[in-house]
C-alpha cells in the first residue's frame, strides 16, 4: 500500500487529509446544539456518524486506488443500467426528507443514489469515447451515451432534486465537450447546447416557472435581498447566512462560539457549513479555504492533463468538474450571489452518501495518476536500457 500512495499526487493527497480532519471539527461544532437541542440526541452523535462515513470513505479509497482503470470500462454499463434502476426504484420504495424522495432507508442509514450517479456518469462518459475513440468525429456517437444518462437525471429532477440534477448535467455537459472532435462537429454541438440553453431558459421566463414546485421557483426567481425576506423561507436561511458572515468579521468569534448553529440557521452542519466556518474562524479562514479549493481543482486537472490515455484524461477531468460545481454551487447559494440549491460543502458539509461519492471520486483521480507515474517509470527504463545497450 505504501508503494501505491507514494505515486499518488501528494499535494492532493495531504490537501484531502487536511480537509477531512477540518470538516470532522467543523460538523462536531457547527452540529452538538442542533443534535442536543432539536434531536434530543448526544452533541457528538452527528461528529460520530460523520467519523464512520470517513472511515468508510477513507477504505473505500485504498481499495480503489489499487484498481487498474482498465477495469471500469468492463462494468461501466452496467453500473449505470444498476444505478438508474435504483433511481427508478426510489419511486416505490424510497424515503422522504426535505421534501424530496432521493434515499433509501435501511436501519439507522439512508443511501442518496443520487450521489454515486455522479460518479458513475464520470465513469461511463469516459469508458465509453475511450472505446470510440476512432469514431469522435461522428455525430451520432458522439451523442449516444447522453441518451442513457438522461433517464438517470430526469429520475433525479422527479424527486425532485434540482441541485443535484443540475451538476449531473453540468458534469455530462463538460465532459462531452472536453472529448477531442473536429472543429466543424464542435461548432455544431456548440449551437445546439447554446439553444437547448435559451429554449429552457425561455420556457422558465415565459410561464414563470410555473412548471416547478412554489418553493423551487421562489428559490431560483427570488434569491435576492434575503434579508427584506427573513420570515419567509426565500430569505430566512441565506439571511443567517449573511449574519454569520458579519459575525464573523476577520479573524472570527472562536471555535464552537458560533451564534447562528442555535438553531437560527437550519442545515448548519450540511449546506451551511461554510457560514459557520467563517463566523467562528473569520473571513481569513473562509479565504483560505477557498484557496485550498483551488489548489485541490489544479492539482486534478494536471492529473487530466499528465495521463496517458483518453479514459484517464476523461476520468480526472470528470472529477476536477464534479469538485468545482459543487463548490461553486455550494458558495454561490450560502452567499446569496445564486439560487440556493441544498448541494453539500466538498470535504466539510455532513453527509454519509455524499462523503463516501468524493472520496471513491478523489481515488478514481489518484489512480490516474498512480497509473502516468508508472507509465513515466516504465519510459525511464526503457531510455536507461536502450542507452546501455547503444554504449555496449
Not at 470517513?54 to 454499463?77: A, D, E, Q
Not at 487530466?304 to 479514459?311: C, F, S, V
Request: hydrophobic letters at 50%; glycine letters at 6%.
Amino acid at each position: 500500500m505504501k508503494k501505491t500512495l507514494s505515486k499518488t499526487d501528494k499535494i492532493l493527497l495531504v490537501l484531502t487529509i487536511i480537509f477531512l480532519g477540518f470538516g470532522l471539527i467543523m460538523v462536531l461544532s457547527a452540529s452538538s446544539m442542533e443534535s442536543y437541542m432539536r434531536r434530543g440526541r448526544s452533541p457528538y452523535y452527528y461528529f460520530i456518524r460523520q467519523s464512520i462515513f470517513v472511515g468508510i470513505g477513507c477504505i473505500l479509497f485504498l481499495i480503489i486506488t489499487k484498481i487498474p482503470t482498465r477495469f471500469y470500462k468492463r462494468v461501466s454499463s452496467l453500473l449505470l443500467l444498476l444505478i438508474t434502476a435504483s433511481l427508478g426504484a426510489l419511486t416505490v420504495y424510497g424515503h422522504v426528507a426535505n421534501s424530496a424522495v432521493s434515499w433509501f432507508r435501511i436501519g439507522p442509514l439512508s443511501i442518496q443514489p443520487s450521489e454515486f450517479a455522479k460518479v458513475i456518469i464520470i465513469i461511463y462518459l469516459a469508458s465509453y469515447y475511450d472505446k470510440k475513440k476512432e469514431e469522435l468525429d461522428t455525430q451520432w456517437v458522439m451523442m449516444k451515451p447522453l441518451i442513457f444518462i438522461l433517464p438517470a437525471i430526469f429520475l433525479v429532477a422527479l424527486q425532485p432534486d434540482l441541485g443535484t440534477a443540475a451538476i449531473m448535467t453540468g458534469i455530462t455537459a463538460f465532459m462531452f465537450f472536453s472529448v477531442p472532435m473536429k472543429r466543424t462537429v464542435r461548432r455544431k454541438f456548440d449551437l445546439i447546447f447554446v439553444g437547448a440553453i435559451l429554449i429552457v431558459v425561455s420556457i422558465f421566463i415565459i410561464t414563470g416557472g410555473s412548471f416547478l414546485k412554489s418553493y423551487q421557483a421562489q428559490r431560483i426567481l427570488n434569491f435576492k435581498d434575503p434579508c427584506e425576506r427573513y420570515e419567509e423561507k426565500t430569505g430566512y436561511q441565506v439571511c443567517n447566512s449573511f449574519i454569520a458572515f458579519a459575525n464573523g468579521k476577520v479573524t472570527g468569534q472562536g471555535i464552537g462560539k458560533s451564534t447562528q448553529k442555535y438553531l437560527y440557521l437550519p442545515e448548519s452542519y450540511t449546506d451551511f457549513i461554510f457560514p459557520i466556518i467563517v463566523e467562528e474562524w473569520g473571513m481569513i479562514v473562509g479565504i483560505i479555504v477557498i484557496i485550498f479549493y483551488l489548489i485541490v481543482l489544479y492539482r486534478l486537472y494536471v492529473i487530466a492533463r499528465r495521463a496517458t490515455n483518453l479514459n484517464n484524461s476523461l476520468l480526472a477531468y470528470g472529477v476536477c468538474v464534479y469538485v468545482f460545481l459543487h463548490i461553486a454551487v455550494n458558495l454561490i447559494g450560502v452567499m446569496g450571489i445564486g439560487p440556493l440549491t441544498g448541494v453539500p460543502l466538498p470535504f466539510l458539509s455532513y453527509g454519509g452518501s455524499y462523503t463516501i461519492s468524493l472520496l471513491s471520486s478523489l481515488a478514481l483521480a489518484q489512480r490516474v495518476a498512480i497509473e502516468t507515474n508508472n507509465e513515466t517509470i516504465k519510459k525511464e527504463r526503457k531510455k536507461k536500457h536502450t542507452k546501455k545497450v547503444v554504449v555496449e
